[in-house]
């Protein structure tokens, strides 16, 4: 489903890596298809050092023997290329389906260029039908969710086989439904601020650019120049 706009998308992306780049590689089933190409890339010679946004991304980039970078011996990620669960046309984002928000936001935070593809039923009017994962540590995850009531979130404990999801950091998810969100910017310093979440999904003035597929053509949003 929708597999061939999010193919067109990353192929687009991955035009705009290049030699001798930190290249952040994202989570989740369209930034697969980038991290494919990319591989290919390599084969053919490309030269770059790769920074993964979860073990599985790991996985999959020494598959296609994508050297790697240890994230503490880089000063800034040239390029990321990822996915998203919602996007607005102003750059606004729901990540962290995945469940590799918290990697996803770290790398995104040293990235000259952030570049999210997606195909186009990502693309909303408002944020909020896709539920905001938010990572909380284990020890926090009743106090935590009764301060997100007080904030109109309903929060479930994501689960996966019968028992609590676990991040790549030892952490649990609480997806969060706050409805469709007003003010995401607002909403996500609230977040910012609350006891015992380690990281949530709103992604807010990151994203340099996103490419989405729509059908056999691409749309292109670039964030306004600050």
């Known amino acids: 489903m929708n597999d061939q706009e999010k193919i067109n998308a990353a192929l687009k992306a991955v035009s705009f890596v290049t030699g001798g780049q930190i290249v952040g590689l994202g989570t989740g089933s369209t930034a697969y298809f980038a991290i494919c190409e990319i591989g290919k890339m390599v084969r053919e010679g490309l030269q ?17 023997q ?3 970078a240890d994230i503490n011996t880089v000063q800034q990620i040239d390029i990321t290329i990822d996915g998203a ?3 607005t046309r102003d750059l606004q984002l729901i990540k962290g389906g995945g469940g590799a928000l918290l990697r996803e936001k770290i790398v995104a935070s040293i990235t000259t260029t952030q570049i999210i593809i997606a195909d186009g039923s990502k693309e909303v009017e408002q944020l ?19 301060r997100l009531h007080l904030l109109k979130g309903n929060a ?3 689960h996966k086989n019968g028992n609590a999801f676990q991040t790549d950091q030892g952490n649990f998810i609480l997806d969060v439904d706050f409805g469709l969100i007003n003010a995401p910017a607002a909403l996500a310093k609230e977040l910012d601020h609350i006891t015992g979440i380690v990281e949530h999904g709103l992604f807010i003035d990151l994203a340099a650019m996103v490419i989405c597929g729509k059908g ?9 120049k600050k």
């Open 66 to 68: 994508i050297p790697l």
């Open 128 to 146: 909020g039908a896709f539920k905001v994962p938010i990572e909380v540590i284990p020890f926090a995850v009743n106090a935590v969710t009764k």
């Open 48 to 64: 770059i050092q790769a920074i993964p946004t979860s073990e599985a991304t790991r996985q999959l980039a020494i598959e296609w």
């Open 85 to 87: 669960d919602e996007f």
């Open 156 to 158: 479930t404990l994501r």
């Open 216 to 224: 056999d053509a691409l749309e292109i949003y670039e964030a306004a």
